[in-house]
């Protein structure tokens, strides 16, 4: 299967917002989970936020309140809202896409991965 795409990462000062995408295949979006990952250096990858083929949402604890998890369908895509951003949200996020329909936050469950999208928040 084609792997997710990433997009819209940057460059932006503590406090501002972001967006990101994910643009999967039709059968990839098709998968029960659709995930955000990231990885800062030296550090292992952690989960961020998934949402389910059917709207349900589940988020990391440290993003809770300000990043949103959303899909569009009819687009084949994911985004991720990122606002309120702080320096230690710093990483590479990856979009991915999970078979399972339990244990989100798990990325061992996920087997399609895009290549991901720097992220970098300024003080």
């Known amino acids: 299967q084609v792997q997710p795409v990433e997009s819209g990462g940057g460059l932006v000062q503590a406090g501002g917002s972001l967006r990101l995408s994910c643009a999967a295949s039709?059968?990839?979006?098709?998968?029960?989970?659709m995930g955000w990952f990231r990885q800062a250096p030296g550090k292992e990858r952690e989960f961020v936020a998934a949402?389910?083929?059917?709207?349900?949402?589940d988020y990391a604890d440290s993003v809770k309140g300000r990043f949103t998890i959303s899909r569009d369908n009819a687009k084949n895509t994911v985004y991720l809202q990122m606002t309120s951003l702080k320096p230690e949200d710093t990483a590479v996020y990856y979009c991915?896409?999970?078979?399972?329909?339990?244990?989100?936050?798990?990325?061992?469950?996920?087997?399609?991965w895009g290549q991901g999208t720097q992220v970098t928040v300024s003080s």
């Open positions: 991915a896409a999970s078979k399972y329909l339990t244990a989100p936050r798990l990325d061992s469950r996920y087997d399609l």
């Open positions: 039709e059968r990839t979006f098709s998968r029960p989970w």
């Open positions: 949402i389910m083929s059917n709207g349900r949402t």
